[in-house]
């Protein structure tokens, strides 16, 4: 890490000369980017940063952050995937562009560099431990998690990015679509349970996750065992498999399918007693969109399932 480090320095130093050799005054001096050379102070989880007025070279380190500058208009430079090679997740759009600056667990300093970011976004929970790398490329805004805080680090993620206005509509938006599905919905909601299966692992998610929290904002009840402030039932034998049910189940596989437990459970005798199996009411939807994207356009995404399987496909999309 050390010598990775010292290269990116390096590597900072040059581009920086350079800048000045091209630019001469009429350059940003702070290094803050942003074409007028003006900054805000921004307040975040990590501290305080100057961000260029309006950021032009956006790198993002987690899906969240991506999922928020992509529904705000802004295609970032770089970002990194869930899952090396994997590439960004499926519904989202025009990301052909977007440099890879490696995975989440490992954010790739250099590559990060190299783009000449003027804002990068992330959280504590994923790179603590590098903000201060970081922040020698570019100026660096953090939220303190991810997952269940998804609206709140959206403002903070569109305060950096100057689009407070636009975040605001967007999260109106939202909850005028809500409001539309409890009406569809009317007083017969049925509890939904929510199972995602991984390579060797079985979760069952509760309230304290992204999708817990758009269920609990659609009015939809959930099982005992999931109407708890919790995030998820990890590593869910077959012996919990009574505590997957519900009067609807919906489901998604992360990676492929062969490699997770998704025919372990699902051939289990328990599953089948399952009323809501019985009853044809299994849903496989996207893990990109249930799971990995953890913003307003993913959450668009999930309400429109909702829509589609619970409201009888009384289905709108936002624009």
Known sequence: MKLRYTRTLLLLMITALALAACGGESGDASGDGGSSGE????????????????????????????????????????????????????????TEEI????????????????????LILSSQLRHEDIYDQLSEIAPTVFTETTGVTWRENFMKHAEALNTT????????????????????MGEDRPEVSVVRFLPGETRIYQKESFVGTVLEDAGLPRPESQDVDDFAILEASQEFIPEMGGDVIFTTVYGP???STV???TTDPLWQELEAVQEDRVYEVPDDTWMLGIGYTSAD??????????????????E
């Open 301 to 318: 995404r999930v309400t429109g399932d909702l829509f589609q399987y619970l409201a009888e496909g009384e289905e709108t999309t936002r």
């Open 263 to 265: 025919e372990e459970i």
């Open 165 to 184: 206005e636009e975040a605001e509509s967007i999260a109106e938006d939202y909850e005028a679509r809500m409001e539309e599905f409890r009406s569809a």
């Open 257 to 259: 399918e062969e490699d």
């Open 99 to 118: 440099e890879d600056v490696g995975t989440i667990e490992q954010p790739n300093l250099e590559r990060i560099a190299s783009l000449e970011p003027d």
């Open 39 to 94: 900054t805000r102070t921004v307040e975040h989880a990590a501290g305080e940063s100057e961000v260029a007025e309006d950021p032009e070279r956006v790198v993002v380190l987690d899906t969240g952050e991506l999922d928020s500058a992509m529904t705000l208009g802004v295609t970032p430079v770089g970002a990194v995937e869930a899952v090396e090679g994997e590439g960004y997740p499926s519904y989202l759009e025009d």
